[in-house]
């Protein structure tokens, strides 16, 4: 989780941003492998009738209510919520201050069976005409996918298990916009119940703002928060040369204007780079596809998640690789982006705690424990991150970064004299 401020920009799987201190994110070989070692436990659940899953008093009380950007630009908001003994009302009623509401927007309603679990009533209504970021300072949570993980549960306690992690998560998703993206636990494909269509749960109970963005389909799209242009990518739908999500993220790209969004920021499940022996790899075809294009768009961060372990890369890039040219290791470009696994969160499975030795000169750092990151964009130059370890519900700091900006940093001088001129 990642935790962003766009002046300030949040990553879930976790990433949070306060402030840092002033270690440097080029290129160098102070390479470091964690020796700390979380002692771990059986992963137990929480019980449902635990006081975190409690469901809301009173007859048809809304419940598991949380937010997301409803727009390109940060203006609007789509609000999320679930009724369970009547459809009700998909009407919000909002205004400019406590008390007065002088607005209302009409929103929809949907719901969905899995194998014989049968939904609350979903409702999604989109608010627009609102300066929402500049009531949060662009406090953001950009979740990098693995949410609940109900499909690890069988018949109707994946239903279940969606409503209770819903419900546990609105104390934050109901006050401040979380930027999601879909991981493989949110495929459900399960035929032995008869569920074949990917994503159901996840595409019916989260709305997405794909239309705003020119995106066909919820699982890919982008917003612009604050000072960031964040886009997010689908590591399983198709992705290669033609394909819907290609397309749309070649157009995307021409669209980005550093002047109204300095920080260019991309959110994936599956990481494209990783030291971690657990799903090794398996980012690769997606690097292979869209990597030159990061370089060239000069990228700042890419976030991904799916490794239950963290790891933080230099600025680092493979893109002159071919069978001629024997170049196949990654190698320092100053034009690349960083890429950070922050897969820590928190999972039934454990941690993914075996890193390939000896550590590639690519990664700069590395731990497999729980944790969460921050990321605050100070200015158009330079941004603070920071990770730090979850240590048995204390927090403590462990990788701190400054992120200079691969549009604005690298280009100063050079902008300073044309404005002189």
Known sequence: MLWAYAQRLTSFRFLYILFVASS?????????????IRSEWPSIDVPLDNEVFKVPKGYNAPQQVHIIQGDYDGKAVIISWVTT?????????????????????????????????????????????????????????????????????KYNDVGIRWDSWSRFIEQSAAYQPWIWSAGNHEIEYMPNMGEVFPFKSYLHRFATPHLA??????????????????????????????????????EELKKVDREKTPWLIVLMHAPIYSSNVAHYMEGESMRAVFESWFVRSRVDLIFAGHVHAYERSYRISNIHYNVSSGERYPIPDKSAPVYITVGDGGNQEGLAGRFYDPQPEYSAFR????????????NRTHAF?????????????????????????????????????
Request: a positive charge; glycine letters at 8%; aromatic letters at 14%.
């Open 213 to 250: 963005s020119g995106s066909s389909n919820p699982l890919w799209y982008s917003v612009r928060r604050a000072s960031a242009h964040i886009i997010v990518l689908s590591s399983y739908s198709p992705y290669v040369k033609s394909t819907p999500q290609w397309k749309w993220l070649r």
């Open 385 to 421: 991150y920071h990770w730090n370890r979850n240590n048995d519900g204390r927090k403590v700091a462990t990788d701190s970064v400054v992120f200079r900006n691969q549009y604005w940093a690298s280009n100063l001088r050079r902008r300073r004299l044309k404005k002189i001129l």
């Open 85 to 153: 003994d009547e459809p009700g009302s998909s009407k919000v009623q909002y205004g400019t201050s406590q008390k007065k509401y002088d607005f209302s927007a009409d929103g929809t309603m949907t719901n969905y069976t899995f194998y014989k679990y049968k939904s609350g009533y979903i409702h999604h209504c989109l608010v627009d005409g609102l300066q929402h970021y500049m009531q949060t300072g662009g406090q953001t949570v950009l979740f990098v996918g693995d949410l609940s993980y109900a499909d690890r549960y």
């Open 24 to 36: 440097s994110v080029e290129h160098g070989s102070a390479r470091i492998t964690s020796t700390f």
């Open 367 to 378: 731990e497999a424990s729980y944790g969460h990151s921050t990321l605050e964009i100070m």
